[in-house]
Nanobody, 118 residues
Framework: QVQLVESGGGLVQAGGSLRLSCAAS????????LGWYRQAPGKQRELVAV???????KYADSVKGRFTISRDNAKNTVYLQMNSLKPEDTAAYYCYANSKYSATIVWWGQGTQVTVSS
């Protein structure tokens, strides 16, 4: 089992920046990819960014050039640096991890709220 704990959300004005952190614990040896999803009210949860164990990162088109995902394997932590934030980035952001042993095994954090005011 893997536990994920997010931090770093909050309220920021449009154009501002925030950095989210997600610390993983438990069976960290079983983790393949770490990443972030978000869910705005009334919308489906969507992928924001993901980074696999080898360091390759993938981003949603809506955040490319503004968000950067990074992974510190020594600290078992994944970060999401969010710059040039827009009101449409407002959502609950969830950290997630998937297993290297099974594509159906996924773990989620409890979520952290990001609110961008115009």
């Amino acid at each position: 089992q893997v536990q994920l704990v997010e931090s770093g959300g909050g309220l920021v004005q449009a154009g501002g920046s925030l950095r989210l952190s997600c610390a993983a614990s438990g069976s960290i040896f079983s983790i393949n990819a770490l990443g972030w999803y978000r869910q705005a009210p009334g919308k489906q949860r969507e992928l924001v960014a993901v980074i696999i164990s080898g360091g390759t990162a993938k981003y949603a088109d809506s955040v490319k050039g503004r968000f950067t995902i990074s992974r510190d394997n020594a600290k078992n932590t994944v970060y999401l640096q969010m710059n040039s934030l827009k009101p449409e980035d407002t959502a609950a952001y969830y950290c997630y991890a998937n297993s290297k042993y099974s594509a159906t095994i996924v773990w989620w954090g409890q979520g952290t709220q990001v609110t961008v005011s115009s």
